[in-house]
Nanobody, 121 residues
């Protein structure tokens, strides 16, 4: 089982980035998939999740209206489309997966990627 993130980088405030997470070893359609982030000196924060049942999406209040999570089951890939980026969005972004993985329960996410850095200036 492996999750590999990409798409991070440096962007000016107000800009956009799209993160990708390619999964292998399992089908993302059978798992809740999520994006989490952690900035230096701060706790890990749930950003967005997409459910395995019905594809329902959930977002942290801090990103609602700016970020969109989506998935392409044929490509076994999850995306995080980030618009109107702010300096406070700067963090390492991690993709996670688990049958019971939720924003509030990252401990239920069984699998994690290595992360991709997003820096907004």
């Amino acid at each position: 089982v492996q999750l590999v993130e990409s798409g991070g980088g440096s962007v000016q405030a107000g800009g956009s980035l799209t993160l990708s997470c390619v999964a292998s070893g399992f089908a993302i359609s059978n798992y809740n998939m999520g994006w989490f982030r952690q900035a230096p000196g701060k706790e890990r924060e749930g950003v967005a999740t997409i459910g395995r049942v019905g594809g329902e999406t959930y977002y942290a209040d801090s990103v609602k209206g700016r970020f969109t999570i989506s998935q392409d089951n044929a490509k076994n890939t999850v995306y995080l489309h980030m618009n109107s980026l702010k300096p406070e969005d700067s963090a390492m972004y991690y993709c996670a997966a688990g049958p019971w993985c939720t924003l509030a329960r990252p401990g239920k996410c069984n699998h994690w990627g290595q992360g991709t850095q997003v820096t907004v200036s």
